[in-house]
């Protein structure tokens, strides 16, 4: 062993002990024919003193930042003691010293502000890891994963691992796939999720299962996505709905507990997902804060149960309204004195490309009871405190009302609502708020191939209550024009997501378990017989000999650490991330392969020119 | 929920209480008016008790073995206890049922020994999950993962996930590769280890990392290979060789007291490989029974501290022994009143292909005092005397002689042994004995290239003597008669391997952590500066920037499972394993892909006709 104790370790009462320490130099302070060196490894930091005779010896071999250095010395008090860290009491004083290592200076600070870009950071990764504020990330990544894994076993649940090379079943996303040698022509698949096979290990009794496992989906990358992540995944036999959402959300607030020492006892809210879309215009509220969307002009019958207000703006000639599918508004509290700068600045962040509104229509509710809206020539104030109020808004708020297509403008107004949010402060990184989003519709409807598709994914269930109505309607589709009319269009999925200050953590559902509700599924997603069967034969099959109700959920675990580390990258949380066009900048992978690794694929380039 | 207890959870304390159980049902025995059922689940079984109203329900909804049962009922004190199981003292007298599910009749019996053969038992592998021999593997194989992360996390591991999709590097085995849509024309590799993410991980100064991981290596596989398999890898910064030793003998231990209840208070056995090879003829010695080997004459220069005993059997005209390049005895204890029909059969076991003899020759030491061997009339009872004695045969026993090649007939001699010692039942599947076999050469000879290879991987170190002596001599072999005079013949590398009852369950090494040596390295392996740099540059990289020392150790994790489940086959031991063309045959897997997956990744088949 090179060391006796650890760089974190010493205190007050080792004083006068002999002791080993090994680690990285980070900082060198001369002071004449002394030297002080700070002692870096994994568990802290410790001051080291080297002596007159010592110094002498330094100076011949020179220690720069980053050596590696194994000390031997006394565990001396210090005069100036540093409260800032737990050694700080002592200081080393070195009797011996060995260099285990040299270093070229890094090419970036290793420090949690570092000078170093993006790219090169992740080209010099193994330094990147250095820096204490990407430690920390993987320290509570791996405190989240302990906590699930505690949590999990203390309910019965069973770690099995499932498969890596499997068989490629484009559903939603692309897979990666391997090519066989063994088995020219034919090709495995990577796992986007082990979604059949946790559902075979219900058939197969196992009651309890989860895996904290490595998940790939071949997309286009989106800023926070990356090719490979990793999954909790979970699946429980002979449950419904309610016995998932208690478990789960146990198993987040034990995580809570676990690695940010919070007491989650509040109850964990629920909400359809009719009533996200409709009040906040997504299906992953962020409800750290209110500001409720008020739909004006509801869209023409995307919102079954809800009214329409659409004669709070109606009848004032108002074109920009009159013309638009939907007329959405927010309150904003306590902006009605918002400078003309200001709403000016506003209405630029509405119109930037990536929000894509023409404009945006403002109303300041005055604390003297007077109202200024942008659109003053249209509407009397009568009409506009009409507005105001349905907004919610009282006085001294600015209500921010934008129009056009329905989903452009949802959207734009659900980014509007977090953005207003997060400019007053309401959005704190330090406050958790979970939520169950329920009640999804079981299908989506494909405009290009006039068909239903699955919202969640194939293997969800239906309601108890539409499994009738899917069991013994067609799912075709035979007046496009009226796909709404047609009865699968209002079918629940038995589905839910975990929702976690307005992001997606985790989402599951109750599973079919009858061989003949997934095949009239699969139908629903337009494959034949044939294609069932080479796809999904063995999950059908299995269906046949006892498959127990059962439904799980999984969490995106790269997600979850990201946002209880209080930051939006996932990136930040995986040792080993790739860039977005799936480069591994560090390794330089993907790579060519050589002529010989083509001759035993049997395979060959194909590119197009 | 739908149920209130499990199957394995009621005893007789719970007398009078109503619950809700769900399950499996497991046999349907009637009785006139009354039908006794055992239900299952993953927990237990548990005994019901249809009286007869219900009896007649059952009538009209006959249960089949597998159907998915749930009933209400009133826990009662059975008046034939079972004495066998842990609810053996109650049941459960049903007062309501629904059938959850129906099941076809299985394809093979649901029972310990099943009348399912291998490949339907794969087919349906859904189903063989089901029975509980099966179960009891993959349970243990949790209890497994379970002891070793909280052994390695109480002793500060940190388990960090590395990537999947890296770089081809084709060293040792074939790697599987993944084409890149997103960098067409371009590969990833799915890692055969996670071996130079550890050692960054080290460089980060991470310190202590583990991970229980899937691994890749696309091999023609042998009977017990899987395509992926999973390893319990780990690295340790700021150690020797004796700290890893201690380390993980600690974690085997632990591992036996956890799952087994075994306390392993004894020292781990070491011994060096060639003392290995020489006592036992192999690198993996079962050390449950004695029995060495007795090299009388020893191959040319293979074993370069070992003493010759040609005398023993030379001058004697016996043309077998005189022409073979190695002869080997055992002495086999109590068999010397053996049969000619028992010695015969045993030369035929040794002639068989798989161990390829051309005979075998042996010496009765009668326990009169006399000696019969079937070499008589070349050897005087002196002369088989003192091969006895030399072989350590006592009074009683049997000694057998293999002669002939080096190679085939040590490999020979030691199945020969292992078959011996368990025809005698001197390996015992409940008794465990762990060996660290150490001081492997760092390099071996490959005489179609005349170059050297890495025994163990290239990051593996030389022991600290032998490092001048690599880095201060050329790779380059000028005389390949002589390459056993090579200087680098003779380093032995800072590796162990971690034996268990004759099986290796895990191998590491102290790895290189100097980049002018781990150039070397790969000189050495032929690899030149362009080479190195497309491959490991990452690596070489790391070590200009303060690399620690450190050593680390990769455990077959389905193997030890196997082994530690009393079992050969580490098939037994993984949920959804693939058979020896790497096939998944419930999935049917691999499969081919659609033309539109051909187009997007930019390849196509080149299939050899």
Redesign the interface.
């Known amino acids: ?3 006796s104790h ?1 760089c974190g370790e010493l205190r007050i009462e080792h004083v006068n002990q002999t002791v080993a320490l ?4 980070q900082t060198v302070r001369k002071f004449g024919s002394i030297t002080f060196i700070d002692l ?4 802290g930091i410790t001051q080291l003193l080297f002596g007159e005779e010592l110094n002498k010896q330094l100076d011949e071999n020179p220690l720069g930042r ?3 250095l ?1 000390v031997t010395g006394i565990v001396t008090e210090r005069s100036n003691k540093n409260k800032n860290i737990p050694t700080g009491d002592i200081e080393l004083t070195v009797t011996a010293f060995t260099i ?5 200076v ?1 090419p970036f600070t290793i420090t949690d502000e570092t000078d170093g870009g993006d790219d090169l950071r992740m080209k ?4 990147d ?2 820096r204490n504020a990407v ?1 920390k990330n ?2 509570l ?2 405190a989240v ?2 906590s699930t ?1 505690n949590y999990l ?1 203390e309910n019965n649940f ?11 079943t ?1 559903e939603g996303a ?17 796992p986007q999720s082990p979604q059949t ?1 946790k559902q ?2 219900m ?6 299962y989860y895996q904290i496992v ?1 998940c ?1 989906r ?1 997309e ?2 989106r800023a926070d996505r990356q ?2 992540f ?1 999954q909790i995944d979970c699946e429980m ?4 709905q ?2 998932i959402l208690n478990m789960f959300e146990g198993l987040v607030k034990r995580i809570f507990k676990d690695v940010k020492n919070i007491d989650y006892s509040e109850k964990v809210e629920r909400m359809t997902w009719e009533d996200a879309m409709w009040n906040y215009g997504n299906d992953k509220p962020d409800i750290r804060f209110g500001m409720p969307l008020l739909n004006i002009k509801k869209p023409a019958s995307v919102y079954v149960n809800k009214k329409d207000q659409s004669e709070l703006v109606g009848g004032a000639d108002f074109k920009v309204f009159d013309e638009a599918e939907t007329v959405i508004a927010i309150a904003v509290p306590g902006c009605s004195e918002y400078t003309r700068k200001q709403t000016d600045e506003i209405t630029e962040w509405v119109k930037r490309p990536q929000i894509g509104m023409k404009g945006l229509v403002f109303i300041k509710v005055n604390t003297d009871g007077t109202y200024k809206s942008s659109v003053d020539k249209f509407y009397s104030e009568e009409k506009l405190k009409a507005i105001a109020d349905a907004a919610g808004a009282k006085a001294g708020d600015l209500v921010l009302i934008l129009a056009g297509t329905e989903e452009r403008t949802r959207k734009a107004m659900s980014e509007l609502r977090l953005e207003m949010g997060k400019r007053l402060g309401m959005r704190k990184d330090n406050e958790f708020k979970l939520l169950w989003v329920l009640d999804f519709p079981l299908f989506e409807y494909a405009e290009e191939e006039n068909r239903w598709v699955a919202r969640h994914h194939p293997f969800t269930s239906p309601k108890p209550s539409d499994i009738a109505t899917m069991i013994n309607n067609s799912p075709v589709i035979t007046d496009a024009s009226k796909y709404l009319e047609h009865p699968y269009a209002n079918i629940k999925a038995n589905a839910y997501d975990l929702v976690l200050n307005g992001n997606e953590i985790g989402g599951g559902s109750i599973r079919i ?2 061989r003949q509700l997934q095949e009239k599924m699969f139908e629903a997603l337009g494959m034949d017989e044939a294609e069932q069967q080479h796809k999904f ?2 999950l059908l ?9 059962h439904g799980g959920l999984a969490f995106g675990f790269d997600r979850l650490c990201a946002i209880l580390g209080g930051s939006e990258s996932i990136r930040d949380f ?3 991330p ?1 860039n977005n ?4 900048v ?9 002529a010989k ?2 001759d ?9 020119q």
């Open positions: 062993m090179y060391r650890t090994a680690g990285w130099v870096r490894d994994r568990y980053e050596f590696v194994q285990l290592n040299k270093s070229e890094p010099y990764r193994y330094l890891l250095r430690k993987l320290e990544r791996y994963s302990r894994r076993h069973m770690d099995i691992e499932t498969p890596f090379l499997i068989k490629s484009p692309r897979d990666f796939v391997v090519p066989s040698r063994m088995n020219p022509g034919q090709f495995y698949a990577l096979f075979l290990l058939v197969s009794g196992y009651d309890r490595k790939f071949d286009d990358l090719p490979e990793t036999s002979f449950v419904e309610e016995d378990f009858q034969g063995f099959g299995a269906f046949e000999y006892g498959a127990p109700p995986i040792a080993f790739k066009s799936g480069r591994d560090m390794l330089d992978a993907p790579s060519s392969i050589d690794q083509f035993e694929l049997q395979i060959k380039l194909d590119l197009k």
